[in-house]
């Protein structure tokens, strides 16, 4: 019996843990972003890195995020402008700008969630 209500319990955690990790939306490095924006446009994707240039005023504004492999702007939502410097992860949907000579310009984030 108590092996039963192990297997139950374990079960039932494993399911719970599944539908959150299926509600997140999925981290995906600014290479790929860049690299092939169409693809992630108008989905909501996750980036994380280092902010490394920040604009803004009363607390809206823009921040670029470097993750290592290349850079973006997000494009700050309610959670204010961070310093550079700061270590996130932020997510939002994926809006592109652009194309000419096979470079893209102005994809960017806007954002819709971050944690630190």
Known sequence: MRTMRIRVVAAFVIALGSLLLAGCPPRVSIEKLNR?????????VTIAGRVVDS???LGRGVFQVDD????????????????AGAKL????????GFSL???NFATILRETERRH
């Not at 092939?36 to 909501?44: I, K, Q, S, W």
């Not at 290592?68 to 310093?83: E, N």
């Not at 992860?89 to 592109?96: D, W």
């Open 36 to 44: 092939d924006p169409g693809r992630y446009a108008g989905r909501e």
């Open 55 to 57: 604009y803004g005023a």
């Open 68 to 83: 290592g492999t290349g850079t973006m702007w997000v494009l700050a939502g309610q959670y204010g402008i961070p310093g």
């Open 89 to 96: 992860a932020v997510s939002g949907h994926v809006e592109q």
């Open 101 to 103: 000579g096979g470079r």
